[in-house]
């Protein structure tokens, strides 16, 4: 079936704003300049999506596709969600934009929370780990610390480390968080 003109002016005000958003910031990013970018007027952003807050939370879909991990053993975890995490990092800018979002925007941050809480809580249920929420709140940490610190900060040398270098300083601290008994 031949892609409808809404569906690729829909499609193009997203990619617009997943693209502003992360180069701006919620707060500075603008309707006007989303529209700019994707070459429409900004009457049609609105049309589409209502206001700055529903495009930012349509533009901020993400599945963090997280792998099925069942039939690791559990020293290979932490390496696994780690090498992941980083994968999906430098492989879609949303995560990035959300990220640089969710510091100074609630809507934002409220958006990442529930992301990590709907997709990440479940994996760990499914691996049989104890407190599965607050081991996922423990992974989140990690993780969003280190992005925070690579992509969005630029912490050397954490900005420039391997993907073995990171799977090798994280990784241990992740599988402790996922294996360890409970304090």
């Not at 690791?72 to 975890?77: D, F, K, S, Y």
């Not at 969710?102 to 990440?120: C, H, K, P």
């Amino acid at each position: 079936m031949a892609e409808r003109k809404s569906d690729r002016t829909r499609a193009a005000i997203l990619a617009a704003a997943r693209e502003r958003f992360g180069a701006d910031g919620y707060e500075r990013a603008t309707i006007r300049a989303i529209a700019a970018d994707a070459a429409i007027d900004p009457a049609m952003v609105m049309r589409y999506f209502g206001n700055k807050e529903k495009l930012f939370a349509a533009a901020a879909e993400f599945d963090l596709r997280l792998p099925d991990l069942r039939d690791l053993p559990p020293e290979e975890l932490g390496d696994a969600l780690v090498r992941h995490f980083v994968t999906r990092w430098e492989g879609d800018d949303t995560l990035l934009a959300l990220l640089r979002s969710s510091v100074t925007n609630e809507a934002a941050a409220d958006r990442m929370r529930g992301i990590f809480a709907a997709q990440l809580a479940p994996t760990l249920r499914a691996l049989a780990v104890e407190e599965p929420a607050v081991r996922a709140g423990l992974v989140a940490s990690q993780t969003l610390g280190f992005a925070l610190c690579r992509y969005i900060l630029g912490i050397a040398p954490i900005a420039t480390m391997s993907h073995d270098e990171v799977a090798a300083w994280l990784g241990p601290t992740i599988t402790r968080y996922l294996t360890s008994s409970a304090p």
